[in-house]
């Protein structure tokens, strides 16, 4: 089942009002200040150049010395990666994003789910979201180098890896060939999910081959723009990451007074046990708070963070009174 955050006309739909919060994605609240745009990334084509620059900002901001593509979104990689090689066994560390699996079926491939990560060995594919979205799961860059000796084609996927660089394999990926590709996302940390950026790291023929796929033009000239300009901004970086830090434990804070388990999260998101989460949802509907459930588990919610001091007190004012 492809199953997503974000979707607040289903939240409008079911609660009805206006002025929501959408807590429901792990998107960073407080965006990177989008500066001013240059006309020609509205009327000119992206250049080579103006697409090179920008991987260039990429590889210095992860770390990495391996070969890198931007693309829009990190969700344009995980449509693409299917296509790298003819159809085979794919295995996907689970419960997980699931458009990774989605994808892969699509295009034919039979997808097994891995409850653990020496499971994930033998595969064509294997598939690892690190940390894992949404119970914060996360494993170690050397764990994941040795499982990608097991497999034809380890893809991990780092959405949620800005705010802990320690877990990114970004740094030694060249050391690791053909055999491992690595995805971030830009618009999570950055809070442009709207931009629709990401890149994916690898070996320089896998990314050939993704190249190839993605076809010219992949990302628009305003992504690019906004993309070296926030890369290239490290001062941004380290406040946001320890405004984050400071965030997810006020969360913390919050649900558990409210009687909620910490699961496991990211700096961008968290994920509770309740009694009930259908019902812990709806609680938090009702004050215009939307957030996420999954069909895997009849107890987690996952929430974002909030972004103001308005933002902070609504949810507040809806967790007091206990647990569902």
């Known amino acids: 089942m492809r199953d997503h955050g ?21 998107i960073n609240p407080l965006a990177y200040p989008v500066p001013e745009m240059p006309p020609r990334a509205y009327t000119a084509l992206p250049t080579a150049e103006d697409i090179a620059a920008l991987e260039e900002a990429a590889a210095r901001a992860y770390e990495t010395s391996a070969s890198v593509i931007a693309l829009a979104g990190a969700q344009a990689a995980i449509q693409l990666v299917p296509r790298l090689m003819p159809p085979g066994q794919a295995a996907v560390l689970a419960p997980t994003y699931n458009e990774h699996g989605a994808a892969l079926h699509d295009q034919g491939w039979r997808v097994r789910e891995a409850p653990g990560i020496a499971d994930l060995a ?14 914060g799961r996360r494993w170690t860059p050397d764990i994941l180098a040795d499982l990608g000796a097991r497999v034809r084609l380890l893809v991990v996927d780092e959405s949620f890896a800005d705010p802990h660089p320690d877990l990114s394999l970004a740094p030694s990926l060249a050391s690791l060939g053909e055999r491992v590709l690595v995805l971030r996302s830009f618009g999570k940390f ?14 320089p023929e896998t990314i050939a081959r993704l190249r190839a796929l993605a076809g010219p033009w992949a990302v628009n000239g305003p992504a690019i723009a906004v993309g070296r300009a926030a890369l290239a901004d490290s001062a ?11 965030d997810a434990a006020r969360l913390d804070a919050l649900a558990a007074a409210a009687g909620w388990g910490l699961v496991g999260g990211t700096a961008l998101f968290r994920t509770y046990e309740t009694e009930n989460a259908v019902a812990a949802q709806a609680r938090l509907a009702r004050a215009r708070l939307w957030t996420r459930v999954f069909p895997h588990s009849g107890r ?17 004012a809806a967790l007091s009174g206990g647990g569902e």
Not at 190 to 203: D, E, N
């Open 236 to 246: 941004w970086r380290t406040v946001t990451l320890q405004r984050l830090e400071r």
């Open 300 to 316: 987690w919610l996952r929430t974002g963070l909030p972004g103001t001091d308005a933002a902070w007190a609504r949810l507040e």
């Open 190 to 203: 950055y809070g442009l999910a709207g931009l629709r950026l990401g890149f994916a790291l690898g070996g």
């Open 122 to 135: 033998g595969a064509d594919i294997a598939v690892v979201v690190n940390p894992n979205n949404p119970d």
């Open 6 to 26: 974000g979707d607040l006309d289903r939240a409008r739909a079911a609660f009805g009002g206006a002025d929501w919060i959408d807590l429901s994605t792990g």
